[in-house]
């Protein structure tokens, strides 16, 4: 869309703020918002802000970053082709946003902009990677300080649907009057947990949807009366909210899966193999982007199906990466691979860009993953694992974050800006959540995310 067709959209839908929104480097999802009599001029020039937010943790506690203090400032430069109308804020529009330095150069330390550089690496060997999120959230309501799940239903349960009903509805609509297509909806394994899985798009344009998707919950579900939280862990003693990632690697044209090929094991190609092989390599550092918050680690424990052993297998939920078994007749198009460890606490064009650039390692290098695991991973014995070529992963943010300090691809791919930034937020709440108490930790997350 043109910056003129924008405008037109808004005086036709009635809208008067548009919201110019991005993701930080502690996960939250920010902005600023321009009128629609400036909207033309702010889509070509920007709106400012200052350098100093991507040095700001999710605690909205600055840290000490060079380059992102008091002085200085950039530019949040929408997408117009990203424009849509917020069904469930009055008169309001959103696009997502590029990062630009003042001499109009992309910003070092902008995540879209990360992003759309792996994508491109990925385009010059004739790839695209797609990829779509399994979103899991908690649904409470606040009762006296505290947030009490709306039910006590059971997995898949239809009273879990059923209590939920008219709230999911209200989110459906709100997601389709977004051009964002659901795949799937049920009520999950806690108290008051759901989950809704979108379709997959090409990675920048599912990391927007990614956005998206996690403001309208939250803003749908506060009309109700509620509070939807994505927190990876929203109360000890409940299942943890997942962000699954599902991906698969298409030519150019979108027309050939290139991780499909039915005389491989499991339908996979060696490309696939090549990928999960390399992101098995750099999980450990991978983990400090997908599952970057203290509350992170609450959740990735063994024998809770949310993957705790870096290993692989077909359709295993305690691994790393998963190999969903195919749809019949859709056989092509539905092979996939699923990376377990990743939350809404991350940022989605971090997550994603991650990805392929452990997967870029592992097919640059022509790694081979490990024996592939049919099997709960806890249930053997150190030995038996290593034989197999599985091995426990961080077991908290801390060591997580040092592994990405280290993994030189990752970093390397990041660029020296984005990395010390992003390692300077993600430390710094690290080190503040390890010294509070576990109420406070369970909390501070809750309505972050």
């Known amino acids: 869309m043109t910056p003129e067709e924008v405008v037109a959209a808004c005086r036709e839908a009635g809208v008067r703020l548009v919201r110019f929104l991005y993701c930080d480097n502690g996960g939250v999802v920010r902005g600023k918002t321009a009128h629609v009599e400036r909207l033309e001029d702010r889509i070509r020039t920007g709106i400012g802000l200052t350098v100093a937010m991507q040095a700001m943790n999710s605690l909205d506690q600055l840290q000490p970053v060079e380059g992102m203090g008091p002085v200085g400032e950039i530019r949040l430069v929408p997408d117009p082709d990203t424009f849509t109308v917020l069904p469930y804020a009055p008169h309001s529009a959103a696009m997502l946003v590029d990062h630009f330095r003042l001499d109009g150069q992309p910003y070092e330390a902008g995540p879209r902009n990360f992003l759309k550089r792996m994508a491109e690496r990925l385009a010059e060997r004739g790839m695209v990677l797609r990829c779509a999120v399994e979103n899991e959230f908690s649904l409470a309501r606040e009762v006296?300080?505290?947030?009490?799940?709306?039910?006590?239903?059971?997995?898949?349960?239809?009273?879990?649907?059923?209590?939920?009903?008219?709230?999911?509805?209200?989110?459906?609509?709100?997601?389709?009057?977004?051009?964002?297509?659901?795949?799937?909806?049920?009520?999950?394994?806690?108290y008051g947990q759901q989950e809704l899985s979108v379709a997959h798009r090409p990675a920048v344009q599912a990391a927007d949807t990614q956005i998206l998707v996690r403001d309208t919950i939250r803003a749908v579900a506060a009309t109700f009366g509620l509070v939807a939280s994505l927190a990876p862990k929203p109360w000890p003693d409940q299942a943890g909210n997942g962000a699954h990632v599902h991906f698969s690697v298409w030519d150019p044209a979108g027309e050939r899966n290139l991780f499909h090929d039915p005389a491989g094991r499991y339908g996979l190609s060696t490309t696939a193999e090549r990928f999960i092989a390399g992101i098995l390599a750099h999980t450990p550092g991978l983990l400090g982007l997908t599952a970057p918050s203290f509350n992170s680690f609450q959740r990735l424990l063994p024998q809770h199906w949310s993957s705790a052993y870096v290993c692989w297998g077909p359709d295993n939920r305690e691994a790393t990466v998963r190999v969903p078994s195919t749809l019949w007749g859709l056989e092509e198009p539905s092979t996939n691979l699923e990376y377990k460890p990743t939350d809404a606490s991350c940022n989605p064009y971090l997550a994603f860009g991650g990805l392929i650039a452990a997967g870029l390692d592992g097919i640059e290098r022509d790694l081979d993953p490990p024996e592939p695991l049919d099997v709960d991973p806890a249930t053997m014995s150190d030995g038996e694992r290593a034989d197999r070529g599985a091995h426990r992963y961080p077991t908290?943010?801390?060591?997580?974050?040092?592994?990405?300090?280290?993994?030189?691809?990752?970093?390397?791919?990041?660029?020296?800006?984005?990395?010390?930034?992003?390692?300077?937020?993600?430390?710094?709440?690290?080190?503040?959540?390890?010294?509070?108490?576990?109420?406070?930790?369970?909390?501070?997350?809750?309505?972050?995310?």
């Open 144 to 190: 006296e300080g505290r947030y009490v799940p709306i039910d006590e239903s059971l997995c898949f349960s239809t009273i879990g649907m059923t209590a939920a009903q008219e709230v999911a509805d209200a989110i459906v609509q709100a997601l389709e009057a977004q051009g964002i297509q659901l795949e799937q909806y049920y009520a999950e394994l806690g």
């Open 396 to 449: 908290n943010l801390g060591e997580a974050l040092k592994a990405l300090a280290s993994d030189e691809v990752l970093t390397d791919a990041l660029g020296d800006l984005l990395a010390r930034s992003y390692l300077a937020v993600r430390r710094s709440e690290w080190e503040w959540y390890s010294a509070v108490d576990e109420e406070a930790q369970f909390r501070g997350h809750f309505l972050r995310y």
